[in-house]
């Protein structure tokens, strides 16, 4: 079985990442932690014609949209008008 949003929705994933103190200590962020950090998992067609594609990073509000499990994975889904912004490499922006 797969996902597939409807009208301008779009499907996240939280990212997992390690924050780093000063002093250079790692800490891994724990389950209670939310993040704004989330990789685009699935598109509904209507927005094909965006510049947003599966695999891209991207920053959401962490209370955007609803949560939901699905094969006991946890994923956030969300209208393409609450992504704040997209992540990209530095050599991908345009001057």
Known sequence: MKIIPLN???I???KKETEVQTGGIFIPQTSDIR???FS???I???LAEKE???GDKV????ISGDEFKFNDEEYRIVSFDELQAKLV???QIPD
């Not at 920053?59 to 962490?62: A, E, G, I, M, R």
Request: charged letters at 30%; a negative charge; hydrophobic letters at 35%.
């Open 12 to 14: 996240l994933k939280a």
């Open 35 to 37: 993040t704004d950090t």
């Open 40 to 42: 685009v998992v699935a």
């Open 44 to 46: 509904s067609d209507t």
């Open 8 to 10: 301008d929705s779009v």
């Open 52 to 54: 947003l594609k599966i």
């Open 59 to 62: 920053l959401c509000s962490p």
């Open 89 to 91: 490499e530095t050599d």
